[in-house]
C-alpha cells in the first residue's frame, strides 16, 4: 500500500510539470496569433501588398498557428517543437510588421509634397562682429530689386519685426551688384534668397569663403498641384537633382533634369536628359528673356516643371527631388551598382572602363559630376547621369531592394520629395509586384550649341549657356509620346 502511494505521488509530480509547459506554449502561440492579424492589418492598409499574395499570407499564417496550437496539445515532448516554430514565426512577424510600418513611414514622409520653401538669409562679411540680428539693427542692409521682390519684402518685414525698427535699406539692381556692395564694404549686410548663393559663387570669385549667414527665415508657398494622374495608365514624372544642404523643400538650383516617361501596360520607361545650362525661358517668370534652365529650381520645383512642359510640348504629372549628395547613400544601400560606360575616363581619384562598371556611392556620384573629361562636356555628363538612374532603377525593381529595404528606408526620406501621395506610390509598387514584370528601360538627350550669354537671373553678366537644337528636341517629344501611346 505504501509503495503504491509512493508511486502516485511520483506520477502527480511528474505530470505536474508538462501540464505548466504546455499553458506556457499555448500562450505564447496566442501571441503569434495576435502577430499574425497585426501584419496582415498593416500590410492591406499599406496598399502595397497585391491581394492574391495577402490572401494567401493569411491563409499560410492561419495555417502555421493551428499546427504550432495544435502541438500544444501533443502529450509527449514534441509540443517543445511547437513553441520553438512560434517563437521563430512571431519574431518574423514582429520584425516584418516593424519594417512594412516604416516602409509606410517613409512614403508618408517623402510623398504628398504640397509647398515650396525660399530660405530667405542675411548675410554679413566673414570677419563681421555681429552675432546676431539685434547686433546689426543700426547696419546698412542691400536688397536686390531684379527679382524675387515678394519673398525680399516678406524677409524685410520679418527683420524689422525682430530688431524692432525699420531698417536702412539700400537697393541695387541685381544681385551681383549687391553681393559686390557687401564685400567692398557699401552695405554691412545683405538679404536675398539662399538659392542665388550658386549664382554667387559662379561670378565673383570666393563669395561663398568670404561672406558668413548672420540669419535665416524660411517662407513656405503652396505649389498648384496637377491634377490627379493614375499611375496605372503612362505618365510623365520630373527628377530634379539638386545640391542642397537644408530641408530638401528648399528652392535651388536644378543640376540634373531628366524626365522620367513610364508606361505601365508596355513596362517601358523613357529617360530624358535636358542639359542644366538649356537656354531657354522661364514661365510665368521671365517673360520673353531666356535663362538657364537650372535656374529656374531657384523660383521652385513647379517653374522647372513648367519650363520643361514648354519645352517639349507635353505634361508632367509628378515630380521628384533628389539631393544628389544622397545619391552616394542610395546606391551604398542598393549594394552598388552596375553603371555602363560610353568612355574609359578618370574622374574624383577614380578610374572608369569603357563598358560595364561596378560602383559604389562615391564612385557613381564621381561618375555622375564629371564633364570635363569629355568633348561633348555637359552633354555626356546628362548622358552619364541616365547611365547611373537606369542602373539604380534596374538594382531597385529586383529582388536586391527586399535585402536592402531597411536600410534604403532609414536613409533616403530626408532626401527625396515627390507630389506623388502615398496612396498612388503603394498602388504602383503593388501592381509592379502584382505582375513582377521586368522593365525595358531607354535613354534620350537633348543637345545643343554653346555661347555666352546674360541670364535672366544673373543680370547682365555674360554665361555659359547652351542653345537648344531645336530638331533634336522635336525628336526627343516625338518619342516621349509614342512611349506614352505604348507605340
Not at 530688431?163 to 554691412?188: C, F, H, K, M, N
Not at 541616365?386 to 528606408?409: D, F, G
Request: net charge negative.
Amino acid at each position: 500500500m505504501e509503495q503504491h502511494r509512493r508511486h502516485t505521488r511520483g506520477g502527480k509530480h511528474r505530470h505536474g510539470k508538462p501540464k505548466q509547459k504546455h499553458l506556457a506554449g499555448k500562450l505564447i502561440t496566442l501571441v503569434q496569433l495576435v502577430l499574425s492579424v497585426a501584419f496582415i492589418i498593416v500590410a492591406w492598409n499599406s496598399g502595397m501588398v497585391p491581394m492574391k499574395y495577402l490572401a494567401a499570407l493569411t491563409a499560410v499564417l492561419l495555417i502555421l498557428f493551428a499546427l504550432t496550437f495544435g502541438l500544444q496539445y501533443v502529450q509527449n515532448k514534441i509540443f517543445i517543437l511547437g513553441i520553438v516554430l512560434s517563437v521563430l514565426i512571431s519574431i518574423g512577424l514582429a520584425a516584418g510588421t516593424f519594417y512594412l510600418s516604416k516602409a509606410n513611414r517613409l512614403l508618408e514622409d517623402v510623398g504628398g509634397a504640397t509647398y515650396k520653401t525660399d530660405n530667405m538669409i542675411v548675410v554679413v562679411r566673414k570677419d563681421d562682429m555681429a552675432q546676431n540680428l539685434l547686433d546689426a539693427a543700426n547696419y546698412r542692409f542691400g536688397v536686390q530689386t531684379a527679382v524675387d521682390q515678394e519673398n525680399t519684402q516678406l524677409m524685410r518685414e520679418d527683420v524689422e519685426s525682430a530688431v524692432g525698427r525699420e531698417l536702412l535699406v539700400v537697393e541695387y539692381p541685381s544681385i551681383q551688384e549687391e553681393a559686390q556692395a557687401l564685400l567692398d564694404g557699401t552695405i554691412d549686410a545683405a538679404i536675398y534668397n539662399e538659392a542665388f548663393a550658386g549664382i554667387l559663387d559662379e561670378s565673383i570669385e570666393g563669395y561663398a569663403d568670404q561672406v558668413r549667414i548672420l540669419y535665416q527665415y524660411g517662407i513656405d508657398t503652396p505649389i498648384e498641384q496637377e491634377e490627379e494622374a493614375n499611375v496605372e495608365e503612362p505618365f510623365n514624372i520630373y527628377i530634379s537633382g539638386i545640391d542642397v544642404s537644408g530641408p530638401i523643400t528648399t528652392n535651388s538650383r536644378s543640376d540634373v533634369n531628366i524626365i522620367m516617361t513610364v508606361n505601365p501596360n508596355t513596362k517601358k520607361i523613357l529617360l530624358t536628359t535636358t542639359p542644366r545650362d538649356y537656354y531657354v525661358t522661364l514661365p510665368g517668370v521671365s517673360g520673353e528673356a531666356r535663362d538657364k534652365l537650372t535656374h529656374a529650381g531657384i523660383y521652385g520645383v513647379d517653374v522647372s516643371m513648367s519650363t520643361l512642359e514648354n519645352i517639349y510640348g507635353i505634361d508632367i504629372s509628378y515630380y521628384a527631388r533628389v539631393n544628389f549628395t544622397s545619391l552616394i547613400t542610395i546606391v551604398d544601400a542598393l549594394g552598388g551598382v552596375d553603371v555602363n560606360s560610353q568612355y574609359a575616363f578618370e574622374a574624383g581619384g577614380y578610374s572608369f572602363q569603357q563598358g560595364m562598371n561596378t560602383l559604389n556611392g562615391k564612385q557613381a556620384l564621381a561618375f555622375s559630376r564629371e564633364r570635363h573629361s569629355f568633348a561633348d562636356g555637359d552633354n555626356q555628363r546628362g548622358r552619364n547621369q541616365e547611365a547611373v538612374l537606369t542602373a539604380i532603377l534596374q538594382k531597385a525593381m529586383s529582388p536586391a531592394i527586399l535585402t536592402n529595404a531597411s536600410q534604403i528606408i532609414a536613409s533616403v526620406s530626408d532626401s527625396v520629395e515627390t507630389n506623388m501621395t502615398q496612396d498612388e506610390m503603394a498602388k504602383f509598387i503593388n501592381m509592379q509586384l502584382s505582375d513582377g514584370a521586368s522593365w525595358s528601360i531607354e535613354s534620350q538627350a537633348a543637345t545643343g550649341s554653346g555661347d555666352n550669354q546674360a541670364c535672366f537671373s544673373s543680370g547682365s553678366q555674360l554665361l555659359y549657356v547652351m542653345w537648344p537644337d531645336e530638331a533634336v528636341v522635336s525628336g526627343l517629344a516625338n518619342k516621349m509620346q509614342l512611349v506614352l501611346e505604348g507605340k
